[in-house]
């Protein structure tokens, strides 16, 4: 089983002036998770998932720091056959031990349907910001590498795709936590493949 089908090619890291490397391309230093089956890196990339096998449940490797305000880019591709083809990236989440593996907190979604909104996973399970579908259509890359970013700053959040923003959002609930762990996530049920690369973070605070 080849989890890399499709995401051989890999561009260099190259961190601005303010921002610093989460993935160095060639090992899972700071960072947890099942890097036994689920996540594997080869030239440059991280990758999760299978398609010649259903992911049994959703999936996260996560940072072994906890970031609050910050602008996280990334580049991610995802791929899939059959069934529910997802993925995201948390931020400002925490680890829960039931159901193991999965976490609590916000995600920047990735999937058809939802590229590039706002879910609050295992909290209040909802979608809290969806972007225009006319701007994903013009935006959005399909089966190629995308530009992610996640700018958190205090309680308004922005992401971007491919440079362009897609969800402007402000919390209102004041028991929500601004901090957490960041997790890269393959959802589970369905047969696909995400790769994760050029991973950089530049903290506001």
Avoid at 18 to 47: A, C, P, S
Avoid at 90 to 102: H, I, W
């Amino acid at each position: 089983m080849n989890l890399l089908y499709g995401c051989r090619l890999s561009n260099k890291n190259i961190s601005g002036k303010h921002f610093m490397t989460l993935f160095d391309g060639r090992t899972f230093n700071g960072w947890e998770g099942d890097t036994i089956k689920t996540w594997q890196i080869k030239d440059g990339v991280i990758t999760g998932g299978s398609l010649s096998q259903e992911v049994p449940e959703n999936d996260f490797l996560v940072t072994s720091n906890i970031y609050s305000d910050f602008k996280l880019r990334l580049k991610f591709k995802l791929t899939g056959n059959q069934g529910f083809v997802n993925a995201g990236v948390q931020f400002r989440s925490q680890r829960l031990t039931n159901p193991p593996n999965e976490m609590k907190g916000y995600q920047g979604d990735i999937g058809a349907g939802y590229w590039a909104s706002l879910y609050d996973e295992s909290r209040r399970n909802i979608t809290l910001a969806m972007p225009d579908s006319t701007l994903i259509a013009k935006t959005l890359k399909p089966d190629d590498w995308n530009d992610f970013e996640i700018l958190a700053e205090g309680n308004r959040i922005r992401i971007f795709l491919n440079g362009h923003q897609t969800i402007d959002y402000k919390e209102t609930d004041p028991n929500i936590p601004q901090s957490g762990y960041i997790g890269l996530q393959i959802h589970g049920g369905g047969k696909a493949i995400v790769c994760y690369k050029d991973i950089l973070i530049e903290k506001l605070r």
